[in-house]
């Protein structure tokens, strides 16, 4: 069968929009408001011949205690169980967060292939806070922008490698 990526990261770095934008049709709900995406959405796609499925998640927020996060909490965790690759977003623009850094934790501890995408990076020029998600200890963060398609292909290629 196909290999599996789930899409993981805290509300609203753009998980939906870089699934919209890799299927090709509008399948997730991208929204200003964070967390959306209550179910998990699966979609197959194919880069450079390869073909996988796509999980779509909500966004993961450690210790929340509100009752939609915990859910979204609870798919993204069922989604990373069952993926073979999982790409962790985070937001560029925001920098690390606290939440990031917990989230990543969580990721290790998986065992599975990470790659990690810094999203929101919507010009050529890489701003300098970009090398601070090194910090994170997932290996070569790389920046993206979803909402613009720069830099997917490599994105991509890095996922399709890491099957
Ligand atoms: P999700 O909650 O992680 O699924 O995030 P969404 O895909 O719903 O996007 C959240 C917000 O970020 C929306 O307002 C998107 O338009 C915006 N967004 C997504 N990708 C980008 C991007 O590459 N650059 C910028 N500037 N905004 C983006
Ligand atoms: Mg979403």
Redesign the pocket.
């Known amino acids: 069968s196909k290999p599996l990526v789930a899409v993981v ?11 919209n934008k890799v299927v090709g049709k509008r399948v ?5 408001t ?4 209550r179910d998990r959405i699966y979609a197959e796609a194919e880069w450079s011949g390869i073909h996988f499925a796509l999980i ?1 998640t ?2 993961i927020e450690p210790e929340s205690k509100d009752v939609i996060l915990s859910q979204m909490r609870e798919q993204a965790e069922a989604a990373m169980d069952t993926s073979d690759v999982i790409l962790f ?1 985070v937001d560029g ?1 925001d920098g690390i967060t606290a939440s990031d850094r917990e989230v990543a934790a969580m990721l290790m501890k998986t065992g599975k292939k990470i790659v990690l995408a810094v ?4 010009t050529a020029k890489i701003p300098d806070d970009f090398y601070d998600f090194y910090e994170l200890g997932l290996g070569e963060p790389i920046p ?5 398609m ?1 830099n997917l292909g490599d994105l991509l290629d890095r996922i399709i490698e890491s099957f």
């Open positions: 990261g805290r509300p609203n770095v753009g998980k939906s929009t870089f699934f997730s709900i991208v929204e200003d964070p967390g959306v995406t779509d909500g966004g977003m623009k999203n929101k990076i919507d993206v922008s979803a909402a613009n720069l």
